[in-house]
C-alpha cells in the first residue's frame, strides 16, 4: 500500500508589493465612496437652495410642481447611481468566490483527503498490530493467572 504524501506547499504570506497593491486598491475604493458621498451630500443641498427660493411668496405652483418632479428625476439618478455600485460589488463578490474561496475549499478538501488517508494508513499499520499484541498479552497473562504463575 502506499503511503499518503502529505501536501509540501504551505500557502506563502503576501509579499510587500502585493500588500501595497492591495493598500492602493482600497484606498482607491475609499476615494470614490468619498466622491459619490460629497456628489450627494451636494445634489441635496443645490436641492435645497432650489428648493429654498422656489417657495417663496411670489412662486406660482407650477413652479413647485417642476421642483417635485426635478425632485423624482434626481431620486431616479440616485436610485441608478445605487443599482450600478451594487452590481459593481456584486461583480467583485463574484470574482472573490472564483479567485479566492474556491482555491481555498479545494485545497483543504485536498487536505481532508490527505489527513483520511494518514488516519487510514496509521490504523492498519500501527494501531491494529498494537490491538492484537495488547490482545495476545492480555490472554497470555490470563492464562498464567489460571495456571498459577502470578504475572507483574
Known sequence: METPQLPSQEPTPPTAEELAAIREAERKQKTLMAGIIAGVVLILVLLGVAIFFL?????PTDKIRDVFIIVVALESLVI??????????LAS????LQNEVRPILLATTETVNTL?????????????PVIKLNSYLAGLRRMLELMGIKPK
Not at 55 to 59: G, I, L
Open 55 to 59: 417657495m417663496q411668496p411670489s412662486a
Open 80 to 89: 441608478g447611481v445605487a443599482l450600478i455600485v451594487l452590481i459593481v460589488q
Open 93 to 96: 463578490l463574484i470574482n472573490l
Open 116 to 128: 483520511r488517508g494518514t488516519a487510514e494508513f496509521l490504523g492498519e499499520n500501527v494501531v491494529e
